[in-house]
C-alpha cells in the first residue's frame, strides 16, 4: 500500500533550504505578476492548508535563510582556496586576523 505525503507534511517535514529558496522565490515571481485580492486569496488558501499557519511560515523563511548562510559559506569556502593558492596561507592568517581584531567589520554588511 503506497504512503502518501500531504503537502502540509512535505513543506513542513520534507523541504529542504534548496526546496524553500525555490518556492518562495516562485512565491516573488508570483507577487510580480498578480497583486491586491488576488495576492490575499492566494496566500490564504496556501496557508489555510496547514494546521499551523505560522508553523508553515516559519520552516519556509528558516529554510530559505539556511539555504542563504549555505551560500555564503560555500561562496567563502572557494574565496579561502583562491586566496590561499594565489597568495598563500600567510595570507589567510591575516586575513583572519584582520577580521577578529577589527572592530566592526564582523558586523558590517
Same mark, same amino acid.
Given at each position: !500500500? $503506497? *504512503?502518501? %505525503? =500531504? &503537502? +502540509? @507534511?512535505?513543506?513542513?517535514?520534507?523541504?529542504?533550504?534548496? /526546496?524553500?529558496?525555490?518556492?518562495?522565490?516562485?512565491?516573488?515571481? !508570483? $507577487? *510580480?505578476? %498578480? =497583486? &491586491? +485580492? @488576488?495576492?490575499?486569496?492566494?496566500?490564504?488558501?496556501?496557508? /489555510?492548508?496547514?494546521?499551523?499557519?505560522?508553523?508553515?511560515?516559519?520552516?519556509?523563511?528558516?529554510?530559505?535563510?539556511?539555504?542563504?548562510?549555505?551560500?555564503?559559506?560555500?561562496?567563502?569556502?572557494?574565496?579561502?582556496?583562491?586566496?590561499?593558492?594565489?597568495?598563500?596561507?600567510?595570507?589567510?592568517?591575516?586575513?583572519?586576523?584582520?577580521?577578529?581584531?577589527?572592530?566592526?567589520?564582523?558586523?558590517?554588511?
Amino acid at each position: !500500500m $503506497d *504512503q502518501q %505525503i =500531504s &503537502g +502540509e @507534511d512535505l513543506v513542513l517535514h520534507a523541504l529542504t533550504p534548496v /526546496g524553500s529558496e525555490i518556492l518562495t522565490r516562485k512565491f516573488e515571481e !508570483m $507577487d *510580480q505578476l %498578480i =497583486s &491586491g +485580492e @488576488d495576492q490575499n486569496q492566494f496566500y490564504q488558501i496556501f496557508y /489555510g492548508m496547514f494546521d499551523d499557519q505560522s508553523a508553515a511560515m516559519d520552516v519556509l523563511l528558516n529554510g530559505k535563510e539556511l539555504f542563504a548562510h549555505q551560500e555564503y559559506y560555500d561562496f567563502l569556502d572557494e574565496f579561502m582556496k583562491v586566496v590561499k593558492q594565489n597568495d598563500g596561507e600567510k595570507v589567510l592568517v591575516q586575513c583572519a586576523l584582520i577580521w577578529f581584531l577589527v572592530p566592526g567589520i564582523r558586523d558590517s554588511g
